[in-house]
């Protein structure tokens, strides 16, 4: 029995290792992830691009997540550029919770519902226990499939 508790909580520690974009720091961080996060939150894209660029991290999946999401929400959006950053994401790291639910609501923005779906089944697959990533994206769904 205590082995199995045991394998539980190791288990439910390692779910939620990717972060989003909106993750507090942790002190391990990169400079450069911790510095582009916190433009994000400041909502200055354009200052997180800068950033992201000049770290240059491609191998990372935060790195590209958080390029993608910088360039869907800076005043004029890169759509393309944006997919192509998740795309990248997801490729190193298929659980990428964040890079999930933001390419999904890129598939909203571009009237993929069907893709925007799949991502949120994806999602449940990653949260074993439900996450905010999870939640976030089912919403955009609801209110995508209300306006409809």
Not at 29 to 46: C, F, G, M, Q, V
Not at 97 to 103: D, K, Q
Request: proline share 3%.
């Amino acid at each position: 029995m205590k082995k199995i508790f045991l394998a539980a909580l190791w288990f439910i520690s390692m779910v939620g290792l990717s972060q989003a974009a909106d993750t507090a720091p942790i002190k391990s961080d990169p400079a450069w992830l911790t510095e582009s996060r916190a433009s994000i939150k400041a909502e200055k894209y354009d200052q997180a691009i800068k950033q992201l660029q000049a770290a240059n991290e491609t191998s990372s999946a935060d790195w590209n997540n958080l390029l993608g999401y910088s360039l869907r929400k800076k005043q004029t959006p890169d759509l393309v550029g944006a997919e192509k950053y998740y795309q990248a994401a997801l490729k190193i790291d298929p659980n990428h919770r964040g890079a999930l639910e933001y390419y999904g609501k890129l598939k909203l923005i571009n009237n993929d519902l069907s893709g925007a779906e799949a991502l949120l089944a994806r999602l449940d697959k990653v949260c074993t226990f439900g996450c905010e990533e999870y939640s976030d994206l089912k919403e955009a769904i609801q209110k995508y499939k209300a306006r409809k």
